[in-house]
């Protein structure tokens, strides 16, 4: 009777298979949602960093072609004339609200309408920022829980184990290792959904600041022509 207790608590039916399909099957409840919550983070994770390597690849591309356009424009209105209406590039942005304030102010004194238009620059700037910065939170989040995470479902497998090894009175490895690996499986979830993500935010994180950092100094250089 205690050795079928044994056999339920650490799945010692289906020891000798130790896929992850199996781990998981044997799993404590617990730790099947430790698992499941990991693997939902890494795959939202994943999506994340695909999403934001193609936006930065796309707007550090269309900031290039912007600065060669405008400096080679004949004029501010004419270029901003040329832009295409419904874009969703952050420089085009920033630069269409500057603009637009530009031309509401021309019959104000100059120190009047560059206080003005460099106040339209900085909060355009920074609400641009907010949307290409939008989910970074979530990759730092993953990247500094998943491991804590990842090693309460080791703590609670191995607390299984142990409750197995009691309940069957077995030290012996067929009893233990099962639960053991099942532990260390959630652990290995935690570091696989949390380096991606600690590697994506920092990389995402300097590349967001060089090119706002870019963006600051167009701002400056174009006030300065004004």
């Known amino acids: 009777m205690e050795q079928d207790i044994a056999a339920q608590v650490v799945g010692l039916g289906g020891a000798t298979d130790f896929s992850l399909w199996k781990l998981f099957l044997r799993a404590d409840f ?18 994340l960093i695909f999403d934001k390597f193609k936006l930065f690849r796309n707007i550090n591309n269309s900031i290039e ?18 832009l295409p209406a419904n874009s969703n590039d952050p420089a085009i942005l920033i630069f269409k609200s500057a603009m637009a304030e530009l031309i509401k102010t021309k019959r104000q004194s100059s120190a009047v309408q ?13 609400t641009e920022m907010k949307k290409v910065e939008k989910n970074f939170t979530f ?9 804590f995470i990842g ?5 609670w497998g191995i607390m299984n184990s142990f409750q197995s090894i009691a309940i069957s009175r077995n030290t012996s490895l067929a009893i233990v290792a099962p639960g053991i690996a099942e532990a ?9 959904a949390a380096i991606p993500a600690v590697v ?9 600041q060089k090119y706002f950092s870019r963006i600051d100094n167009f701002s400056k250089r174009f006030l300065s022509i004004i």
């Open 30 to 47: 617990v730790v099947k949602f430790v698992i499941i919550l990991l693997i939902a983070c890494s795959i939202f994770s994943w999506a």
């Open 65 to 82: 072609e912007f600065e060669k356009k405008f400096w080679k424009a004949k004029s501010a209105e004419s270029f901003n004339n040329s």
């Open 114 to 126: 560059m206080a003005r238009v460099g106040r339209i620059l900085e909060i355009s700037t920074d």
């Open 139 to 147: 990759l730092a989040t993953v990247g500094s829980t998943a491991p």
């Open 151 to 155: 090693l309460f479902g080791t703590v």
């Open 184 to 192: 260390l499986f959630a652990t290995a979830l935690g570091l696989l």
């Open 200 to 208: 994506a935010y920092n990389k995402f994180n300097n590349d967001s």
